[in-house]
């Protein structure tokens, strides 16, 4: 057993802005961090993590699955929300209260009150996988910002620019921290570099990342 001795301090929630729009919110879902996991654990006893294709047939090094009315979806006939998990034909499970009410309310803090996300991707991330820049332009209505939670190890965050030729700004991400991305950085060049091998208390040798949007 490892004492835990941070355990009585006090967390530290901040708020730093990246660009106009994009806003991290350090610890903000550290509260809720192990009943996040517990859902995760149960959605995706379901709805199986799976390394997905892309249109040009590369297996993705990140393991994903989805909960809420549309899940993003990716093979040879590209990229798309629908409404049925393609592993099983089934729906997506629902969004669970806690997920929906973080994301509303990390939205809300950050400055989107009307956030009511339809769509929640759920990224696992194993020492090794990573996630090359590129936007994320699949959803309907891109009025709406996009809200990533990062849960378990850390990883290093790249915040590009509007075209893939501006160099991106190296950014951590650590256990409980809330990312609201919208208005004029809501089609930033984004991804992660390569995850390093660590353990964390909560999720063992992996990060995961939440990703709620508004799809439909
Ligand atoms: C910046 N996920 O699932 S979340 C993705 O850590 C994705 O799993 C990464 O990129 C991850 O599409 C990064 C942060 C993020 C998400 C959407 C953005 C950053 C963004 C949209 C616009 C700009
Ligand atoms: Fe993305």
């Not at 660009?19 to 610890?27: D, I």
């Not at 009025?143 to 700004?169: D, H, K, N, W, Y």
């Not at 004029?184 to 660590?198: D, E, F, I, N, Q």
Request: proline letters at 7%.
């Amino acid at each position: 057993m490892t004492p835990d001795l941070f355990a009585d301090l006090p967390i530290e929630m901040t708020t730093e802005t990246l660009s106009e729009g994009a806003v991290v919110l350090r610890q903000f879902a550290f509260p809720q961090g192990r009943d996040l996991l517990g859902e995760i654990r149960r959605i995706t006893a379901t709805a199986h993590l799976r390394h997905m294709k892309t249109p040009g047939g590369h297996s993705m090094s990140v393991a994903m699955s989805c909960c809420g009315s549309w899940g993003w979806v990716t093979d040879a006939r590209g990229y798309r929300y629908q409404a049925e998990d393609p592993c099983s034909g089934a729906l997506w499970p629902a969004m669970p209260s806690v997920f929906s009410a973080l994301a509303k309310s990390a939205a809300l803090t950050a400055g989107y009150p009307d956030f009511t996300p339809d769509a929640c991707l759920i990224n696992c991330y194993e020492p090794g996988a990573k996630m090359g820049l590129h936007q994320d332009k699949n959803e309907r209505d891109l009025s709406q910002p996009i809200v990533s939670v990062s849960l378990g190890l850390p990883q290093v965050f790249q915040f590009g620019g509007l075209t893939r030729s501006e160099r991106p700004l190296n950014i951590p991400l650590g256990h409980g921290d809330v990312v609201v991305w919208g208005g004029p950085s809501r089609l930033r060049y984004h991804g992660v570099l390569t995850l390093k091998a660590g353990t964390h208390p909560l999720t063992g040798a992996c990060r995961y990342n939440l990703t709620f949007r508004c799809a439909r």
